[in-house]
Protein backbone atom coordinates (compact mmCIF):
# COMPACT_ATOMS: atom_id res chain seq x y z
CA UNK A 1 0.00 0.00 0.00
CA UNK A 2 0.93 3.54 -0.72
CA UNK A 3 2.46 6.05 0.53
CA UNK A 4 4.99 3.84 2.34
CA UNK A 5 8.78 4.26 3.47
CA UNK A 6 11.58 1.78 2.00
CA UNK A 7 13.96 1.16 5.04
CA UNK A 8 17.19 0.05 3.96
CA UNK A 9 18.84 -1.82 6.82
CA UNK A 10 21.60 -3.29 5.10
CA UNK A 11 23.13 0.12 4.16
CA UNK A 12 22.77 1.06 7.86
CA UNK A 13 24.28 -2.03 8.87
CA UNK A 14 27.37 -0.51 6.73
CA UNK A 15 27.19 2.97 8.21
CA UNK A 16 26.90 1.48 11.60
CA UNK A 17 30.20 -1.03 11.02
CA UNK A 18 31.80 1.94 9.40
CA UNK A 19 31.06 4.48 12.17
CA UNK A 20 31.54 2.28 15.03
CA UNK A 21 34.95 0.95 13.52
CA UNK A 22 36.77 4.86 13.36
CA UNK A 23 35.00 5.71 16.33
CA UNK A 24 36.36 2.35 18.26
CA UNK A 25 39.89 3.20 16.83
CA UNK A 26 40.27 6.47 18.78
CA UNK A 27 38.76 4.79 21.86
CA UNK A 28 35.18 6.43 21.01
CA UNK A 29 32.56 3.76 22.36
CA UNK A 30 29.43 4.25 20.12
CA UNK A 31 25.92 4.59 21.17
CA UNK A 32 23.49 3.54 18.97
CA UNK A 33 20.45 6.26 18.90
CA UNK A 34 17.15 4.24 18.03
CA UNK A 35 14.78 7.31 18.57
CA UNK A 36 13.95 7.90 14.68
CA UNK A 37 12.85 4.33 13.96
CA UNK A 38 10.90 3.98 17.30
CA UNK A 39 13.02 1.16 18.71
CA UNK A 40 12.57 -0.82 16.03
CA UNK A 41 14.18 -4.20 17.06
CA UNK A 42 15.33 -5.30 13.34
CA UNK A 43 17.59 -1.79 13.69
CA UNK A 44 18.69 -2.44 17.40
CA UNK A 45 20.29 -5.52 16.38
CA UNK A 46 21.75 -4.01 13.59
CA UNK A 47 23.35 -1.98 15.79
CA UNK A 48 24.28 -3.88 18.32
CA UNK A 49 26.17 -6.80 15.90
CA UNK A 50 27.49 -3.89 14.12
CA UNK A 51 29.31 -2.81 16.74
CA UNK A 52 27.00 -0.38 19.14
CA UNK A 53 28.34 -0.62 22.47
CA UNK A 54 24.51 0.69 24.30
CA UNK A 55 21.15 0.97 22.67
CA UNK A 56 19.79 4.81 23.64
CA UNK A 57 16.24 5.61 23.09
CA UNK A 58 14.39 8.84 23.87
CA UNK A 59 10.79 6.96 24.81
CA UNK A 60 10.13 4.29 27.46
CA UNK A 61 7.64 2.90 24.82
CA UNK A 62 10.47 1.84 22.00
CA UNK A 63 12.96 0.88 25.01
CA UNK A 64 10.11 -1.56 26.47
CA UNK A 65 9.33 -2.68 22.44
CA UNK A 66 13.12 -3.78 22.32
CA UNK A 67 13.33 -5.38 25.50
CA UNK A 68 9.68 -7.75 24.72
CA UNK A 69 11.47 -8.89 21.25
CA UNK A 70 14.35 -10.11 23.02
CA UNK A 71 17.25 -7.46 22.56
CA UNK A 72 18.84 -7.59 26.03
CA UNK A 73 20.81 -3.62 25.56
CA UNK A 74 22.16 -2.59 27.62
CA UNK A 75 19.92 0.31 27.50
CA UNK A 76 20.54 4.07 27.85
CA UNK A 77 17.18 7.15 28.29
CA UNK A 78 18.42 10.00 26.15
CA UNK A 79 15.41 12.07 27.64
CA UNK A 80 15.35 13.35 30.82
CA UNK A 81 12.90 10.97 32.24
CA UNK A 82 9.74 12.07 33.65
CA UNK A 83 9.73 11.16 37.00
CA UNK A 84 6.51 9.67 36.32
CA UNK A 85 7.79 7.54 34.08
CA UNK A 86 10.80 5.78 36.01
CA UNK A 87 8.81 2.88 37.15
CA UNK A 88 8.44 2.19 33.51
CA UNK A 89 12.09 1.99 32.78
CA UNK A 90 13.39 1.03 36.12
CA UNK A 91 13.57 -3.02 35.16
CA UNK A 92 14.98 -2.33 31.43
CA UNK A 93 17.41 0.80 31.75
CA UNK A 94 20.44 0.77 33.26
CA UNK A 95 21.94 4.54 31.70
CA UNK A 96 19.89 7.55 32.56
CA UNK A 97 21.10 11.22 31.37
CA UNK A 98 20.06 14.04 34.01
CA UNK A 99 20.38 17.14 34.70
CA UNK A 100 18.12 17.89 37.97
CA UNK A 101 18.92 16.62 41.50
CA UNK A 102 15.37 15.93 41.74
CA UNK A 103 15.66 13.28 39.17
CA UNK A 104 19.15 11.75 40.07
CA UNK A 105 17.63 11.47 43.57
CA UNK A 106 14.61 9.91 42.71
CA UNK A 107 16.38 7.58 39.90
CA UNK A 108 18.80 6.32 43.14
CA UNK A 109 15.65 5.43 45.33
CA UNK A 110 14.15 3.64 42.46
CA UNK A 111 16.28 2.01 40.39
CA UNK A 112 18.88 -0.46 41.44
CA UNK A 113 22.56 0.96 40.41
CA UNK A 114 21.53 3.11 38.18
CA UNK A 115 24.30 4.51 36.09
CA UNK A 116 23.75 8.33 35.53
CA UNK A 117 25.57 10.55 32.70
CA UNK A 118 24.58 14.04 34.18
CA UNK A 119 24.28 16.63 30.78
CA UNK A 120 25.99 20.04 31.02
CA UNK A 121 24.56 22.78 28.78
CA UNK A 122 27.72 23.93 26.65
CA UNK A 123 25.49 26.09 24.71
CA UNK A 124 22.93 24.67 22.49
CA UNK A 125 20.08 25.80 25.28
CA UNK A 126 18.97 22.37 25.86
CA UNK A 127 19.04 19.96 28.23
CA UNK A 128 22.22 20.22 30.87
CA UNK A 129 22.97 22.58 33.70
CA UNK A 130 25.17 25.49 32.26
CA UNK A 131 28.63 24.25 32.01
CA UNK A 132 29.72 27.46 34.68
CA UNK A 133 27.43 25.82 37.27
CA UNK A 134 27.91 22.02 36.88
CA UNK A 135 30.75 21.47 39.44
CA UNK A 136 28.87 22.68 42.43
CA UNK A 137 25.39 20.80 41.14
CA UNK A 138 26.96 17.68 40.12
CA UNK A 139 29.50 17.42 43.18
CA UNK A 140 26.05 18.18 45.40
CA UNK A 141 24.22 15.70 44.13
CA UNK A 142 27.08 13.02 44.12
CA UNK A 143 26.81 13.41 48.15
CA UNK A 144 23.27 12.41 48.36
CA UNK A 145 23.07 9.11 45.92
CA UNK A 146 23.09 5.87 47.93
CA UNK A 147 22.39 2.91 45.22
CA UNK A 148 23.51 4.70 42.00
CA UNK A 149 26.69 6.40 40.79
CA UNK A 150 27.65 9.39 37.92
CA UNK A 151 29.88 8.06 36.10
CA UNK A 152 29.81 10.55 33.58
CA UNK A 153 29.15 13.86 32.37
CA UNK A 154 27.49 14.66 29.05
CA UNK A 155 26.34 16.96 26.32
CA UNK A 156 24.10 17.59 23.58
CA UNK A 157 24.75 20.33 20.98
CA UNK A 158 22.93 20.61 17.22
CA UNK A 159 19.95 19.14 18.58
CA UNK A 160 17.63 22.52 19.57
CA UNK A 161 19.63 26.01 19.41
CA UNK A 162 21.85 23.65 16.10
CA UNK A 163 24.86 25.02 17.78
CA UNK A 164 28.32 23.59 16.05
CA UNK A 165 31.39 22.07 18.10
CA UNK A 166 33.89 24.33 18.64
CA UNK A 167 37.61 24.31 20.63
CA UNK A 168 35.69 26.36 23.41
CA UNK A 169 32.17 24.41 23.96
CA UNK A 170 34.56 21.05 23.66
CA UNK A 171 36.84 22.25 25.99
CA UNK A 172 33.86 23.37 28.47
CA UNK A 173 33.17 19.95 28.86
CA UNK A 174 36.38 18.15 29.51
CA UNK A 175 36.92 20.76 32.15
CA UNK A 176 33.46 20.12 33.71
CA UNK A 177 34.27 16.72 33.60
CA UNK A 178 37.93 16.45 35.27
CA UNK A 179 36.95 18.65 38.11
CA UNK A 180 34.02 16.20 39.09
CA UNK A 181 35.80 13.16 38.27
CA UNK A 182 33.97 11.80 35.46
CA UNK A 183 35.03 8.30 33.87
CA UNK A 184 33.10 8.88 30.97
CA UNK A 185 32.22 12.17 28.71
CA UNK A 186 29.47 11.39 26.13
CA UNK A 187 29.00 13.87 23.29
CA UNK A 188 26.03 13.97 20.96
CA UNK A 189 24.45 13.63 18.32
CA UNK A 190 25.84 13.17 14.99
CA UNK A 191 27.03 16.75 14.65
CA UNK A 192 30.13 15.99 16.65
CA UNK A 193 31.38 13.40 13.92
CA UNK A 194 32.82 17.39 12.52
CA UNK A 195 35.11 17.65 15.12
CA UNK A 196 36.14 13.99 15.22
CA UNK A 197 37.22 13.80 11.33
CA UNK A 198 39.48 16.67 11.77
CA UNK A 199 40.83 15.23 14.74
CA UNK A 200 39.77 18.90 17.13
CA UNK A 201 37.64 15.96 19.55
CA UNK A 202 39.26 16.16 23.27
CA UNK A 203 41.06 12.54 23.44
CA UNK A 204 39.25 12.44 26.81
CA UNK A 205 35.53 12.04 25.34
CA UNK A 206 35.35 8.30 24.84
CA UNK A 207 31.61 8.08 24.50
CA UNK A 208 29.31 9.37 21.18
CA UNK A 209 25.82 9.15 20.70
CA UNK A 210 24.91 8.83 17.23
CA UNK A 211 21.22 8.40 14.93
CA UNK A 212 21.37 10.66 12.02
CA UNK A 213 24.52 9.69 10.80
CA UNK A 214 24.04 5.61 10.78
CA UNK A 215 20.60 5.94 9.89
CA UNK A 216 20.56 8.27 6.91
CA UNK A 217 24.39 9.43 6.27
CA UNK A 218 23.92 12.77 6.63
CA UNK A 219 24.17 15.53 9.40
CA UNK A 220 21.44 18.29 9.05
CA UNK A 221 23.22 20.70 11.69
CA UNK A 222 26.37 20.60 9.64
CA UNK A 223 24.36 20.89 6.65
CA UNK A 224 26.21 18.02 4.58
CA UNK A 225 25.98 14.12 3.60
CA UNK A 226 28.35 12.45 5.27
CA UNK A 227 31.07 11.33 2.34
CA UNK A 228 32.36 7.75 3.59
CA UNK A 229 28.81 6.79 5.09
CA UNK A 230 25.44 5.68 2.51
CA UNK A 231 22.68 8.27 2.03
CA UNK A 232 19.15 7.10 0.31
CA UNK A 233 18.69 4.64 3.05
CA UNK A 234 15.45 5.54 3.18
CA UNK A 235 13.02 6.17 0.40
CA UNK A 236 9.71 7.79 0.17
CA UNK A 237 6.90 6.77 -2.25
CA UNK A 238 3.50 7.50 -2.83
CA UNK A 239 1.05 7.42 -5.88
CA UNK A 240 -0.31 10.26 -7.94
CA UNK A 241 -3.89 11.06 -7.68
CA UNK A 242 -3.96 13.69 -10.02
CA UNK A 243 -2.58 14.90 -13.08
CA UNK A 244 -2.90 18.54 -14.55
CA UNK A 245 -1.42 21.71 -16.23
CA UNK A 246 -2.22 24.93 -14.23
CA UNK A 247 -0.74 28.05 -13.66
CA UNK A 248 1.44 27.94 -10.92
CA UNK A 249 0.27 30.94 -9.29
CA UNK A 250 -3.13 30.43 -7.46
CA UNK A 251 -6.06 32.90 -8.47
CA UNK A 252 -7.39 35.46 -6.21
CA UNK A 253 -6.24 37.30 -2.69
CA UNK A 254 -3.51 35.04 -0.63
CA UNK A 255 -4.34 34.57 3.11
CA UNK A 256 -2.94 32.26 4.93
CA UNK A 257 -2.55 28.26 3.94
CA UNK A 258 -3.83 25.11 6.14
CA UNK A 259 -1.10 25.21 8.36
CA UNK A 260 -1.17 28.71 9.01
CA UNK A 261 1.88 29.54 6.81
CA UNK A 262 1.35 32.35 3.93
CA UNK A 263 2.90 30.35 0.92
CA UNK A 264 4.70 32.09 -2.11
CA UNK A 265 4.18 31.04 -5.42
CA UNK A 266 7.32 31.85 -8.21
CA UNK A 267 5.38 32.32 -11.68
CA UNK A 268 6.62 30.31 -14.09
CA UNK A 269 3.53 30.46 -16.45
CA UNK A 270 1.06 27.05 -16.80
CA UNK A 271 3.23 23.39 -15.45
CA UNK A 272 2.46 20.08 -15.45
CA UNK A 273 1.87 19.36 -11.72
CA UNK A 274 1.13 15.92 -9.75
CA UNK A 275 -0.43 15.87 -6.48
CA UNK A 276 0.07 12.38 -4.61
CA UNK A 277 -1.65 11.17 -1.42
CA UNK A 278 0.54 12.40 1.10
CA UNK A 279 0.59 15.36 3.06
CA UNK A 280 1.55 16.84 5.97
CA UNK A 281 0.25 14.31 8.64
CA UNK A 282 2.79 11.99 7.20
CA UNK A 283 5.52 13.70 6.00
CA UNK A 284 7.22 16.95 5.59
CA UNK A 285 7.24 18.41 2.43
CA UNK A 286 10.32 20.40 2.51
CA UNK A 287 12.20 17.44 3.54
CA UNK A 288 11.33 15.01 0.35
CA UNK A 289 13.84 15.14 -2.50
CA UNK A 290 12.13 13.75 -5.54
CA UNK A 291 13.96 10.68 -7.16
CA UNK A 292 12.84 11.67 -10.66
CA UNK A 293 15.43 14.50 -12.16
CA UNK A 294 13.67 17.75 -12.87
CA UNK A 295 10.43 17.35 -10.42
CA UNK A 296 10.28 19.60 -7.84
CA UNK A 297 8.28 19.73 -4.57
CA UNK A 298 5.92 22.73 -4.47
CA UNK A 299 3.65 22.62 -1.31
CA UNK A 300 1.91 20.40 1.03
CA UNK A 301 -1.59 20.73 2.68
CA UNK A 302 -2.61 17.64 5.49
CA UNK A 303 -3.59 15.19 2.48
CA UNK A 304 -2.25 16.60 -0.41
CA UNK A 305 1.36 17.62 -1.93
CA UNK A 306 1.99 19.04 -5.06
CA UNK A 307 5.01 18.43 -7.69
CA UNK A 308 5.59 19.88 -10.25
CA UNK A 309 6.45 17.57 -12.61
CA UNK A 310 6.99 19.35 -16.01
CA UNK A 311 10.74 18.57 -16.43
CA UNK A 312 10.58 14.97 -15.71
CA UNK A 313 11.62 12.91 -18.77
CA UNK A 314 9.42 9.64 -18.36
CA UNK A 315 5.98 9.73 -19.41
CA UNK A 316 3.58 9.78 -15.98
CA UNK A 317 -0.08 8.73 -15.41
CA UNK A 318 -2.59 8.75 -12.96
CA UNK A 319 -1.49 5.93 -10.34
CA UNK A 320 1.50 6.24 -10.96
CA UNK A 321 4.09 6.27 -8.20
CA UNK A 322 6.92 8.86 -7.16
CA UNK A 323 9.65 8.26 -5.00
CA UNK A 324 12.07 10.28 -2.49
CA UNK A 325 14.83 10.25 -0.43
CA UNK A 326 13.72 11.82 3.00
CA UNK A 327 15.75 13.85 5.39
CA UNK A 328 15.40 13.44 9.32
CA UNK A 329 12.50 15.68 9.82
CA UNK A 330 10.43 13.94 6.93
CA UNK A 331 11.60 10.21 8.20
CA UNK A 332 10.63 11.38 11.36
CA UNK A 333 7.44 12.26 10.74
CA UNK A 334 6.30 9.19 8.05
CA UNK A 335 7.94 7.24 11.31
CA UNK A 336 5.50 8.42 13.60
CA UNK A 337 2.32 8.08 10.74
CA UNK A 338 -0.30 5.11 10.84
CA UNK A 339 -1.36 6.20 7.46
CA UNK A 340 2.56 5.64 6.20
CA UNK A 341 3.30 1.57 5.56
CA UNK A 342 6.62 0.86 6.86
CA UNK A 343 9.27 -1.67 4.52
CA UNK A 344 12.62 -2.93 5.83
CA UNK A 345 14.76 -4.28 3.21
CA UNK A 346 17.64 -6.46 4.27
C1 LIG B 1 18.56 12.37 19.39
C2 LIG B 1 19.68 12.41 20.34
C3 LIG B 1 20.95 11.97 19.94
C4 LIG B 1 21.25 11.52 18.55
O1 LIG B 1 21.32 12.62 17.69
P1 LIG B 1 21.58 12.47 16.13
O2 LIG B 1 21.83 13.85 15.68
O3 LIG B 1 20.36 11.85 15.54
O4 LIG B 1 22.76 11.61 15.92
C5 LIG B 1 21.96 11.99 20.89
N1 LIG B 1 21.73 12.40 22.15
C6 LIG B 1 20.52 12.83 22.56
C7 LIG B 1 20.35 13.27 23.97
C8 LIG B 1 19.46 12.85 21.66
O5 LIG B 1 18.26 13.30 22.08
Redesign the pocket.
Known sequence: MFPRMIIDLSKIRRNIEKLSEKLGKSGIDMVG?T??FMGEPALAKAYLEAGAKIL?D?RHENITRMKNSGIEGPFMI??IPPLSHIPMLKETVEYY?VSEPEVAMRIDEEVKGAKMIYMVDVGDLR?GVMYYEAVEEIEKVKKTLKNSSIIGVGT?I??FGGVLPTKENLNRIVKVAKSVDAQVISV????YLISFEKGELPKEINQM?????A?LGTD??GNREIPYLEQGTVIFEAEIIELKTKPSVPDGPIGYDSMGRKPIFEDKGKRLRAIIAAGEQDINPSGLTPLDEGAEVIHSSSDHTIIDVTEVQRPLKVGDILRFRMN?SATLRAMTSPYVEKVWLE
Open positions: VKLASIRLENGCGGTVRIGEALVTY
